[in-house]
């Protein structure tokens, strides 16, 4: 029962990421109107299944006449992109941290424990809404600021885990060979830890997707008029007491494919026997 | 245990230093200072005038040193916005996010102990997965979005709870709450695990031997133990609370540190803005310095590495 029950979260998790993944590939494809084009005159029309909606907008429009399904399509766009480019930038720059640090071990180690440290200390919100307002808000500066602010946990478990496998018989069969330190490292080392990065990089993906839907509520993230699902959501904020369902609809997506992350996550790590945190 | 305490002293003032420039670079990202402050508006004249009055005409490596040398003496700067020391600033907004932290963190403990403890008593049962389902679902739940439906529904349509403000007591119970949430899954899942472990080992074996109650072994044998590594985290935890109420003093309309931090960000006040990073980051290393020393006390294993 309880294993069926993983089973089918696992499953769930696959599907919802892989849809959200298709719907954004294929945007220009299946979104019904232009998610730019502003109608002045058609503005705040609810959804074609509550009162008073129309066929024309399946999710009625927004503030500015937009089409909100066509921009909730779009949004996906942006979710995916900012989680995928995190995920690489971050995992590149915490991973290396980590197998330097738990293969050399000594000074080497304590001096990328000491980085991990610094970094766990400053507070990250803040100081990514302090990087996009001093630097310019854009789709880049959100994805580096990101991604060279989420790479801590990256780097704890690649360093817990190299140093599990450092002492095992084939890296000293390696050295025996004459085999180089970055072969050891990149050859050896590596593909025995991945699968634990890989869990780690599911985790890191949906908070990157958490954060930066928070930046671009707080008016610091995504630049308007990209239809990203926490500007959708700070746009509509004023509107929300009469028509609820401008902040239902990007929220549900965003909780969905977050939903769906941490099921795949959280399904792999059963499979693939991770650690979730070292 | 005296070598130990130097050394995590050490190691958090070198961290305080790092946290120290990192806060002075941020605020330098935008390259001249004086023009942002001044505005889109400003005449040569009035950037002139602000970079004299701030000290930014000097060289990066004097302004940096200087501004150690004032942190040092506990001189936080002049806000360029509100004409007062930041220090003063920061005074004034502190209880509020003080308060709603640990409001968040008390509400945080609440919720993740009781459930961990149940869910580890039923490790493996449909009790035990649904709650880690839970604790899924809560987990994908961005904060300020579930803040805004609290608002709506709690606040506006049934009128239970205020919605801004904390002119009364009640006014931290909803931004407290949505705090808390981000929190409850990690130390939800600590508390099982702990439990979880716990409750197999040969000490509670021993107290149910003896013919202790179940309630007796689960509360006084057990929890005791798996409590350790909750309270460090828990302290983690607020740390991070406080750093995250700059998004729910937004959706709350609080004027806490956050919304100060929000505002001096949007407005260009760098000084106000260098001052609460660094003044955030120094809590969290506190607060890390104190869960270290207080495991350290209750487990010698760890003084020894």
């Known amino acids: 029962m309880a294993f069926q029950l993983r089973r089918l979260a696992l499953a769930l998790g696959f599907v919802i990421v892989i849809g959200i993944a298709l719907v954004a590939l294929l945007a220009p494809w299946i979104t019904p109107q232009d998610p730019f084009l502003q109608n002045l005159d058609a503005r705040m029309a609810p959804p074609s299944f509550m009162d008073g909606g129309t066929a024309a907008h399946f999710l009625g429009t927004d503030q500015l006449g937009r089409d909100y399904f066509s921009r909730l399509i779009y949004g996906a766009r942006i979710s995916m992109l900012i989680g995928v480019l995190v995920v690489v930038c971050s995992g590149l720059i915490g991973t290396t941290l980590g197998v330097v640090g738990g293969f050399f071990g000594g000074r080497i180690d304590a001096v990328v424990m000491f980085i991990i440290t610094c970094r766990l200390s400053i507070p990250l919100i803040l100081v990514a809404l302090t990087v996009v307002a001093f630097v310019g808000s854009s789709l880049t500066v959100v994805v580096l600021t990101l991604g060279l602010l989420l790479w801590e946990r990256f780097a704890v478990v690649a360093r817990t885990t190299t140093m599990q496998v450092r002492n095992l018989d084939y890296i000293a069969a390696a050295w025996a060979a004459g085999c180089s330190r970055p072969y050891i490292l990149l050859r050896e080392v590596l593909p025995n830890i991945v699968h634990h990065l890989i869990v780690v990089a599911t985790l890191e993906m949906a908070l990157a997707i958490l954060l930066e839907a928070a930046l671009s509520f707080l008016g610091l993230g995504v630049p308007p008029p990209l239809p990203s699902w926490g500007l959708m959501i700070a746009e509509a904020k004023d509107y929300m007491y009469f028509s609820p369902w401008v902040i239902l609809v990007p929220g549900i997506a965003l909780f969905v494919l977050v939903l769906g992350i941490n099921l795949l996550g959280d399904g792999l790590r059963d499979r693939l026997g991770a650690t979730r945190d070292a | ?167 009364t007591w009640d006014g931290y119970v909803l931004p407290g709450f949505v705090l808390a949430f981000s929190a409850v899954p990690a130390l939800m899942r600590l508390t099982r695990g702990g439990m979880v472990d716990a409750l197999a080992s040969d000490y509670v074996r021993t107290a149910r031997a003896k013919g202790l109650t179940r309630f007796s072994v689960v509360m006084k044998h057990a929890l005791r133990n798996a409590a350790m590594p909750v309270v460090a985290v828990a302290a983690v935890q607020l740390g991070f609370m406080l750093g995250g109420s700059i998004v729910i003093e937004s959706v709350f309309a609080l004027n806490g540190v956050g919304y100060l931090a929000w505002e001096s960000i949007s407005k260009n006040d760098f000084p106000v803005v260098q001052a609460v990073v660094l003044f955030l980051a120094t809590i969290y290393i506190a607060l890390t310095l104190l869960a270290d020393m207080f495991n350290a006390v209750l487990d010698p294993r760890l003084r020894i590495s």
């Open chain 2, 1 to 167: 245990m005296l070598k130990f305490l130097a050394r995590r002293a050490l190691l958090a003032v070198l961290v305080m230093l790092t946290v120290l420039t990192i806060s002075f670079a941020l605020t330098r990202l935008s390259g001249d200072v004086a023009v942002a402050m001044a505005g889109p508006q400003a005449t040569q004249q009035d950037v002139d005038t602000i970079r004299k009055a701030y000290g930014l005409d000097r060289p990066l490596t004097v302004q940096f040193v200087s501004w150690v040398a004032d942190v040092a003496s506990g001189d936080l700067g002049r806000s360029y916005l509100y004409h007062a020391p930041v220090g003063e600033l920061i005074r004034s907004r502190l209880p509020v996010t003080l308060t709603l932290g640990l409001t968040g963190l008390v509400i945080a403990l609440c919720l993740a102990l009781p459930l961990g403890i149940v869910a580890a008593m039923n490790e493996g049962r449909v009790l035990d997965r649904g709650i880690m389902m839970v604790a899924v679902l809560g987990q994908a739940m961005p904060s300020f979005w579930l803040g805004l439906l609290l608002v709506i529904w709690l606040g506006v349509k049934w009128q239970l709870l205020p919605i801004s403000g904390v002119e």
